[in-house]
């Protein structure tokens, strides 16, 4: 398929975007919402024709399910999107010249936006509403295991613009074929920014890519360090929340560094994990630690392929360090910037954590869970950034928005 009609019409109705306003926007957004959970049947039914073509022990299986309650909740989500503030036309700096020229740094939309991601057809949802929200077009590449269900969201969300008279095509998906993508990735005339959202494989093909600029939604390797001065009872339910509440999501807990001296607790901090049938790939302290204590079936030595990875499974590393200073060092030789935490009631230590390490998101006696925009407040989340330049960490809307500077004069030249 030749993509570039398509470029072009998203192109021309990004500008007519631009030019509604705030109540406009949210009046959609709260109606896609109430179209979603008024055609939930209709959208599981297209779902489950995903669904049946991918094997259920497959990681992304849990990601391409939708459910009631899922859809439930991304109505929610939906709401508390319109419910945000408007981050477009807010003044960012003011400044009167000496010659009397006021020059103001006024906040603006991308233009489109395209995004490409995996298995997970909420996303779908969850662009839309970001993307309209702060004044973009949206060009959406889903991957071939999710078609029917995003043509079926599409579809849902398309008969929704066009009751309230606006352009369908400020929001575009694209068929499934990797030639697709490689327009997409290539669109320099027609899309302003590119975010992809899946496995380390796709990030890195799209950065290595694209000719159009990327903010990298990396993949989530992420650590909690139970120190010497952990506290056990919130470090069990915080290790197990972090492992078991969402397996195939990249704020799921992938190792646990244990300080030797605390090697003793370790059966108790991992025990609610047995439960959940999670594999603990143990080294060979933390092995000799469990051994006895966790299933047998369920413990495993720990190679070097054991830390670094992103299992999106019920599967987890547990390391054994004998300071606090060898723990950063795990976390930098092995993090993915996404999400770290420490467990410890050493309130100068946490802050020492907070400062050394480098990641979007670090914590304290907390589960890396909530790494997600909707947690921290943003209403939904685009995507989670692990590069440094312009977003960082969850991205909402003040992240899909740019600048322009403005400029009043009164008939001033320069000499």
């Known amino acids: 398929m030749d993509c570039t009609p398509v470029f072009k019409r998203v192109k021309l109705a990004s500008r007519k975007l631009n030019l509604l306003g705030t109540d406009d926007i949210n009046k959609i957004l709260l109606m896609v919402a109430d179209a979603a959970v008024e ?38 989500d ?38 490409i991601y995996e298995a997970r057809p909420n996303v779908t949802f969850d662009v839309f509403s970001l993307c309209i929200k702060s004044g973009n077009a949206c060009i959406l590449k889903g991957g071939s ?95 197990h929340n972090a492992k078991t509440r969402r397996v195939s999501v990249c704020n799921a807990l992938d190792c646990l560094i ?26 060979k302290k933390a092995f000799k630690a469990l051994k006895g204590k966790y299933p047998s079936e369920l413990l495993q030595p720990a190679t070097k392929e054991s830390f670094g990875t992103e299992f999106l499974s019920y ?47 670090v914590f304290a006696n907390a589960s890396t869970a909530f790494t997600d925009g909707a947690e921290f407040g943003l209403g939904a989340e685009i995507g989670i950034s692990t590069q440094k330049l312009h977003a960082r960490g969850p991205m909402a809307l003040e992240a899909l928005t740019t600048y322009k500077w403005i400029v009043e004069g009164n008939g001033q030249i320069r000499t």
């Open 39 to 76: 055609n939930t049947e209709f959208i599981l039914a297209e779902n489950n024709k995903d669904l049946v073509l991918m094997n259920m022990s497959d990681p992304n299986y849990d990601r391409l399910l939708l459910s009631a309650e899922r859809i439930r909740s991304i109505a929610s």
């Open 78 to 115: 939906l709401k508390n999107v319109a419910a945000l503030d408007w981050p477009l036309e807010r003044v960012m700096m003011k400044n009167i010249r000496p010659n009397g020229m006021v020059i103001s740094k006024l906040s603006v939309p991308f233009g489109v936006i395209g995004v």
């Open 145 to 239: 295991d999710a078609i029917h269900s995003n043509k079926a969201i599409v579809h849902l969300i398309q008969e929704v613009l066009e009751k309230n008279g606006i352009d369908q095509n400020i929001l575009a998906l694209l068929p499934a074929g990797r030639h697709e993508t490689a327009q997409l990735l290539n669109a320099t005339d027609y899309i302003d920014l590119i975010i992809p959202r899946g496995s380390r494989n796709l990030i890195d093909f799209v950065r290595k890519n694209s000719a159009v600029p990327v903010i990298e939604t990396g993949a989530g390797i992420c650590h909690t360090y139970f120190d010497e001065a952990g506290d056990k009872e919130k470090g069990r339910r915080i290790i």
């Open 258 to 283: 244990v300080h030797e001296n605390r090697l003793a607790d370790l059966d108790y901090l991992v025990g609610l994990c047995s439960g959940s049938d999670v594999i603990i790939y143990a080294d």
């Open 315 to 361: 599967k987890m590393a547990v390391k054994t360090v004998g300071s606090f200073d060898e723990a950063l060092l795990h976390i930098s030789k092995y993090g993915s910037k996404h999400s770290e935490a420490i467990i410890s009631e050493n309130n100068s230590l946490i802050k020492l954590f907070y400062k050394s390490v480098d990641a979007s998101s």
